[in-house]
């Protein structure tokens, strides 16, 4: 018993270690339209239906992960100080996600051929 517990904690370690790097693109893919970000964002994350709608093909993983989270804090009431964005639609859309689809929806858009680029 004793070891299968352990071999368990250690199957469980390993996957929380491997699941922290890998994102999964198609999952981000398949979770970008299941939640209908689509409707607003454009199926392809650039041709967004209206213009505040911001552009999410091409732009940095990290700054949408860090974006989506600080909407979820938001909606969550935590306070000003906590860096959160207050958005009662992406607030509403993001109550949804979990951190797992947060980081596979950020990996697969920030893949996503785009006019946001550095120009040098
Ligand atoms: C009903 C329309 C609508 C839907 C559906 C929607 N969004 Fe948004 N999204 C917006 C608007 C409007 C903003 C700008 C909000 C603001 O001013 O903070 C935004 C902002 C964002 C941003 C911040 C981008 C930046 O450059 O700061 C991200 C990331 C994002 N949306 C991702 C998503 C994802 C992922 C989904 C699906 C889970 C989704 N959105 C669904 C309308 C929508």
């Known amino acids: 018993m004793k070891k299968i517990s352990l071999a368990l904690a250690a199957s469980t370690m390993f996957a929380f270690a491997s699941g922290a790097f ?42 949408l992960r860090h974006a989506l989270r600080s909407y979820k804090r938001g909606a969550a009431g935590a306070p000003a100080s906590a860096n959160i964005r207050k958005n009662a639609i992406m607030g509403a859309m993001v109550a949804q996600l979990s951190n797992t689809d947060i980081n596979n929806i950020a990996a697969w858009l920030s893949k996503q051929p785009s006019p946001l680029a550095v120009r040098k």
């Open 22 to 63: 890998a994102a999964d693109l198609a999952a981000g893919k398949a979770a970008y339209d299941k939640f209908t970000c689509a409707s607003c964002h454009g199926a392809d994350g650039k041709t967004s239906i209206m213009p505040a709608y911001p552009i999410l093909a091409g732009q940095h993983e990290d700054f």
